[in-house]
């Protein structure tokens, strides 16, 4: 019981006079005891708050770091996909214009046919 009272004493009069640390040892059964001040606690608990800030603050940059690469590669795959759809049209346009030109050449091979075959028609009347 003595050692105890002795224990309780010595952490009151620690705090109080704001000694720094102080490791008790209860020589029956080995116990240790460490005395703090309530600043040197003070600075502890604002330590540890700080340490678990930061690892609060690393886990947010690293998921928005996550959120970028996930983005950087979504409009990687959104500007393939445009390019490929792009490509496509520029090769359906070639094929529509294509065709285009064709019709128009026979357009005007059928407009010089036309031409010559009235031609002929009026030849023959005119020689009849």
Same mark, same amino acid.
């Given at each position: 019981?003595?050692?105890?009272?002795?224990?309780t004493?010595?952490?009151?009069?620690?705090?109080? *006079?704001?000694?720094? $640390? @102080? #490791? &008790?040892i /209860?020589?029956?059964t080995?116990?240790?005891? =460490?005395?703090?001040?309530?600043?040197?606690?003070?600075?502890?608990?604002?330590?540890?708050?700080?340490?678990?800030?930061?690892?609060?603050?690393?886990?947010?940059?690293?998921?928005?770091?996550?959120?970028?690469?996930?983005?950087?590669?979504?409009?990687?795959?959104? *500007?393939?996909?445009? $390019? @490929? #759809? &792009?490509? /496509?049209?520029?090769?359906?346009?070639?094929? =529509?214009?294509?065709?285009?030109?064709?019709?128009?050449?026979?357009?005007?091979?059928?407009?010089?046919?036309?031409?010559?075959?009235?031609?002929?028609?009026?030849?023959?009347?005119?020689?009849?």
């Amino acid at each position: 019981m003595n050692a105890k009272l002795l224990i309780t004493i010595s952490c009151l009069l620690l705090n109080a *006079f704001a000694y720094s $640390q @102080n #490791a &008790l040892i /209860d020589e029956t059964t080995g116990d240790t005891l =460490v005395v703090i001040t309530l600043n040197q606690m003070d600075d502890i608990y604002v330590e540890l708050i700080q340490k678990d800030s930061l690892v609060a603050q690393a886990k947010i940059n690293a998921f928005k770091e996550l959120k970028y690469t996930q983005l950087i590669d979504s409009t990687r795959t959104n *500007f393939e996909r445009t $390019q @490929n #759809a &792009l490509n /496509d049209l520029y090769e359906r346009y070639d094929v =529509v214009l294509t065709s285009n030109q064709r019709q128009k050449n026979k357009l005007k091979r059928s407009r010089q046919s036309l031409l010559i075959a009235l031609g002929v028609i009026a030849l023959q009347i005119i020689l009849k």
